[in-house]
């Protein structure tokens, strides 16, 4: 992903605000009406780049209204008002993976000071950092992380709720997509072979058994 360039006016407002006094720094500011053509740079830029696909979801919506997208503070704005504009720090989303991510903690660290540069010093699916397909995979509405080193694809599946697609289309409970299902299947779609795969298939087999059936 490529980050936002600031020009002209529009980088006039941002070297304003960076060069505020820390204690001057405040999440609002976003909103304020003099930072409307730096929000629209940032999202006509992330919404081209993105190819119009929210970065937690992947899902697309097919617009390029502002209106419809979320400016995305990956270190949420309200905890960290200094990395308002950080072209490192933005993307665009979704509403509804937006609004339960919140002000979620996504760092190792989360008393940091500095911008974190490094795809380690995440502990969600990061949208400049990370492969998205390392981590997260879809099926259809149905979500699992990769297997990896990390945990990032699990997490990200929880903060941003990325369930909520296959419940919808299955009018299914949450024990079908708790942790277990979920690792399997990244296990099962990283089977080195027949063996590993027959091996993952029977466990998830099992774990289906243990569900109660459909009424
Ligand atoms: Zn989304």
Sequence with gaps: MQPVKYGGAVAAIVQAYNARPENEKVAAYWSADAVTP???????????????LCCYCRHQLETNNNAVWDGE?????????????????????CKDCNVPKGTKNVL????????PIKSTDYIIVHPHFDEYDDHILWFGPVVAAASS??????TTIELCDLTRYGK?????????FDQRFRNR???????????????????LALQIKKLPEKK
Excluded at 78 to 85: A, N, R, V, Y
Excluded at 108 to 113: E, G, Y
């Design 108 to 115: 190792k660290n989360k008393d940091r000071k500095t911008f």
């Design 38 to 52: 730096v929000r629209k740079v940032i999202k006509d830029h992330y919404i081209a780049d993105q190819q119009q």
């Design 73 to 93: 503070h990956i270190i949420a704005r309200e905890t960290k008002p200094q990395f308002l504009f950080e072209p490192l720090n933005l993307s665009v989303s």
């Design 149 to 154: 080193d990390s945990d990032k694809g699990s």
């Design 185 to 203: 299947i990244g296990e099962l779609l990283m089977s080195r072979d027949q063996g590993d795969a027959t091996e993952v298939l029977a466990e």
């Design 168 to 176: 919808r289309c299955g009018n299914l409970k949450g024990e079908v």
